[in-house]
């Protein structure tokens, strides 16, 4: 079993920034790949971006150039630095984990909230 626990979300204004952070305890060897999904109500649920392997990211289109993700192998942290914040980034932002040999994320954090005010 993994557990993750999230931080760092809360209020800005377009324009602003915010880093969260997601700390992983467990069975860390058993994770193959980590990302941050977020969802906004009425609309589904979008992966943001993940790191896969060693240093390989992947970003969605509507975040490129303004979000970096990056993780702490030392400190089993993954960060999702987010920059250039616009209202359409609000949203409930998850931290989750795939375990090697399954096809989707496994292990999910409770959600932290990021709200980006015009």
């Known amino acids: 079993q993994v557990q993750l626990v999230e931080s760092g979300g809360g209020s800005v204004t377009s324009g602003g920034s915010l880093r969260l952070s997601c700390v992983f305890s467990?069975?860390?060897?058993?994770?193959?790949?980590r990302g941050w999904l977020r969802q906004a109500p009425g609309k589904e649920r979008e992966r943001v971006a993940a790191v896969i392997r060693s240093n390989t990211s992947t970003y969605a289109d509507s975040v490129k150039g303004r979000f970096t993700v990056s993780h702490d192998n030392a400190k089993n942290t993954l960060y999702l630095t987010m920059n250039n914040l616009k209202p359409e980034d609000t949203a409930m932002y998850y931290c989750?984990?795939?375990?090697?040999?399954?096809?989707?994320?496994?292990?999910w954090g409770q959600g932290t909230q990021v709200t980006v005010s015009s």
């Open positions: 467990g069975d860390t060897n058993s994770i193959a790949s």
């Open positions: 989750a984990a795939r375990r090697w040999g399954d096809s989707s994320y496994t292990y």
